[in-house]
């Protein structure tokens, strides 16, 4: 089981980054033998990228609704996300190709991806009484204290009132 942390803790990205989703929605329930191989084909890819600290990966979280499965990841930048996805030896690169014969536009599970790449000083966050997680737990935290102690201040905003509620739950009144 992952500790729990306690304090307020904010992200702490050094460099700029990129966020990818990337996911699959089931169209047609009854077609299990084409939206299975799909769904089993993103484990392999986060096992092998995993296994790659050099792969340019900073961590993943996946979520699964009814139906859909998305999985967020952090990368160290494009250039890495794009070399994997075109390299010949990783798991992408066969899973896109079946993808494309075996589903191609019969509309039985869809496919999907967002990349966005993120400047460190745009971004903001807030973790408490969390395990690591999140773009936290990909790239490090650090106290939210200071100039990170409101959501403004994280991005580098004018705060000058302050957090209206103190970290242990006072309410704070305007004068």
Known sequence: MTA?????????PAESFVVFLIGMRVNRLWKLHRWLPVAAAMPRMLRQLAADPESG???????VGWRTI????????????TEYA???????????????????GSGDVGIWHETYRVDP?????VYRNMPAFGLGEAVGVREATG???????RLGESDEAGLPVSPDGVLRREE
């Open 4 to 12: 729990v942390d306690t304090r307020r803790v904010t992200a702490d």
């Open 57 to 63: 990966l900073l961590g993943t979280r996946t979520t």
């Open 70 to 81: 998305t999985v967020i990841q952090y990368w160290d930048s494009a250039a890495s996300l």
């Open 86 to 104: 075109r390299d010949p030896a990783s798991e992408h690169l066969p899973a896109w190709v079946d993808y494309n014969r075996e589903v191609g």
């Open 121 to 125: 000083t745009d971004t903001e966050s």
């Open 147 to 153: 100039d990170s102690e409101s959501a403004a201040r």
